[in-house]
């Protein structure tokens, strides 16, 4: 019996195998051959992800993002006017005061 080669298989797998190779691997099935169904069920595994992620790596991003959000959320606090204006705060706030004094200081 000819076995279909590994790369075969894995075209089978992935779907990138021609019609032909893919009806030589389902006839080659058919026939009941447990070296190579086993070699399938072997590619068709997703390989493990070394290491495994940790979950707790997620958190500080999350974290800092949610704080991000809620701070865009709420309307800025008056604050008093120092003279320097930053460019997105001069931006935000409306009047041409606000564009002068960060243009010109």
């Known amino acids: 019996m000819d076995h279909p080669s ?10 990138a195998a ?3 190779e893919n009806r030589m691997v389902v006839r080659h099935l058919l026939a009941r051959c447990p070296a190579c169904a086993a070699t399938l069920r072997k590619l068709r595994q997703e390989p493990p992800l070394s290491p495994p992620p940790d979950p707790g790596a ?18 800025p606090a ?11 705060q001069s931006t ?6 606000a564009r002068r004094r960060w243009l010109f200081g």
């Open 78 to 88: 008056p604050e008093e006017d120092d003279g320097e204006g930053d460019l997105l």
């Open 18 to 20: 021609s019609r032909q």
């Open 92 to 97: 935000v706030t409306s009047g041409s005061a």
């Open 58 to 75: 997620y958190d500080p991003a999350i974290d800092r993002l949610a704080t991000l959000l809620e701070r865009l959320a709420r309307p």
């Open 6 to 15: 590994k790369e075969v298989l894995l075209g089978f797998v992935l779907g």
